[in-house]
């Protein structure tokens, strides 16, 4: 058996089994690993390169709209988590609880931050006291607990790594604003960084954050037809303040309660990635996002000249993330290594090229190969790049439009979330108990009321045929 | 009372009460807040932007070195905990244990990670089998948790941001030069970007880290003249490897145990870069790591042509960190400001200055004033910047050689412990009775076996009058 062929077999194809390629993907492609901690996983350099680039990109745009980074505790006393009713029943039953510290029993319980509202709530009543103390915009990058039964990679962990952004403002239209501002922030960053499309919307009032008057999402589609959540905003209104009792004198002179928001995306976003973007070979990476974005491999390395060769064409595309792999294994192994991890371009050189002043080209994503002059490899390898990434972006939106499938009765939708994976468009009345039925009946949820599609295809609720008031993306999600 | 005045009187004199200083200081410069969970702090913005800054940098230098990053487990089982003996012993009575999860006790009770040796262990027991597999240099950035009973801002608190790096390697001589390595990393780090001199050297058997067969530290100097440990390189032998099972096949075909390595730089050293730094007007932050480095202050700012003189300023300097502070409030408040906070370089611009096509420049370590033509400004600022740090790490080299005192009797050694404020240079005779002797009859520790200092300054023991073995750094310390 080839190199090549061992490694590709090592990963089940998804039309087989996409759960079980999935998973093969992320250890094949050394992202994670498990844990003597159930439920909790070891990120691996391969993977954890991947979030790095994610907080700098994602970081720097926070930056650019005025956001600042701070810290806050890891731990939350139980009586703050309590303060707001809605928010504690959210998620007390999936927090973690520190019961002893220093060989003794705790007074009050604490638990492991799931999401740091309280905390911030608690922080911002001691520092705004005016209008002139306002807006706040802090964000933190940190890692939070909930309680998961079941986990997969990067989808769902006990522990994850995240940013939760927690701002406050003098209005209700400043705190909308930014709420908007930030779901904006995270889908052209999928765009532009992770050649991911998106949907973007509001979700319902079932499927919103806990406490929240407005949550915000982008949701991306996968292969498998399923929609993944990869980023939310939240508006909270004053409700969080007013239990925390924050409040502020106004331009007026007057007391008034700050308008808060928060926002957060998590390592999740990785597992959208592998989800919209792999293959049956392994991972396919975005470009920008890469941590090795060009591989050299030198064939016959042990010829004189060649390992030279290599590094001359590595220090030409020095601003780029590249390396050669003069490793001791053979060109096939390489060349499949590359594939499994996602690299978006490999060059080969071997004597040959250098007898011709040419190497070969090859992008990860169509597998296409060029041949290049030696010293066009430059400009042919930056353009390239792009050219990846925009042809990535496109496939997925292609993929992603298609994954849309309009319902105008109950039959219809019940036929599409058995038979066509994807969004199900269809009209609803507003009712929760709509959204329940139709979970019931389809395991489909309310993805969100989409911003960017108003169309109405029809007067009446979807499921139970009264006047509809919204058209909402539908579909079964991790 | 000047706004001056009003700013620089809301921190202690370090000669009046030094602790007072340094907590006034963090708290009148907005590193830290005090949060509601005991032991715990709240990193604001100007404090969690140096330590973006401080990793940025590390970061950089360890991956120069070949280090990747990862990320592990929040948690520890205790099963996994308890494997080490030395290790469990000294972090068991200050870990924080979680006995809740999911609404249910657990059936193993999980500690939050104090430090992750343990959890590296496991990890590595998994993926090396074969020398090929070595070395493993892997690090983590992270916040970790003792249960310590009294807090200080920066210095000691129940939860601190830190990194951990934790290396396997074929042999024993790999190990200590990778633990020697990552010490001169953090020297190097000190001298060259926080301006800060350090001692280099080891620690005694008393005061090495849990588990390690050496312990290199760093120990800086601070303003009162006590010691502080700035970061550690520890040598693990094969100690945990065994303990966890950890073997590999070797180039001879035989089993064998990989040797270890961990070292960790903290928020700690912000802690010692204000007590060396830092004066009675607040914070002096070297310039290679402030957030900003030069403030422009514009004077009479409404008058015409003020703000964008100040703004053309600011453009000309943009590759550093810049920015005009044109907030509605008065000069002298801002001056007080930029002192309390540290910026490096103020530039104060006003209509009397335009005219004369010049600014006032006033760095902040010697409160120099200068008088610089407009089209000089750049280069003076660039080349001023350097100057301040070269001069704070002169400044603070002089004060810790100047508080190093010799002493070759133990009467000596109590006298300088009394009355002066610093390093006791010292010999020892290797014996572990008299470090506690000392520690008892002084509360001074032992802090390292210097480096870079071999003379022997007297035959015998300083404390028992045996022969002596080793020249040891003594001091007070946090």
Redo the contacts between chains.
Sequence with gaps: MSDKKKMVDAITSMEEDFAQWYTDIVKQAELI?Y???KG??????AG??L??NIQADMDRRFKETGV??????????ES?LQKEKDHVEGFA???????????QELEE??C?RPTSET?FC??YK??IQSYRDLPKV?NQW??V?R???TTRPFLRS??F?WQEGHTMHETAEEAEARTVQMLNVYADFCRETLALPTIRGKKTDKEKFAGAIATYTIEAMMHDGKALQSGTSHNFGDGFAKAYGIQFTGRDNKLHTPHQTSWGVSTRIIGAMIMVHGDNDGLVLPPRIAPTQVVIIPIQQRKEGVLEAAEKLAESLSELKVKVDDSDRSPGFKFAEQEMRGFPVRIEIGPKDIEQGSCVICRRDTREKYTVKLDEVHDFVVKLLDTIHNDMYERAEKHLKESIFDAKTYDEFKDIADNKPGFIRAMWCGDTACEEKIKEDTTVTSRCLPWDDTEEISDTCVCCGKKAKHLVYWGKAY
């Design positions: 690993d844990s003597s901690v909790c996983l070891i990120i691996k350099p954890y390169a979030w790095e600042e980074n701070v810290y806050m505790p890891l731990f939350i006393p703050l039953p999936e927090v973690a609880w520190v019961t002893m510290g220093g060989g319980r604490l492991v905390l608690d922080f001691n520092i802090y940190c890692s607990v309680w998961e039964k006990r522990e790594l």
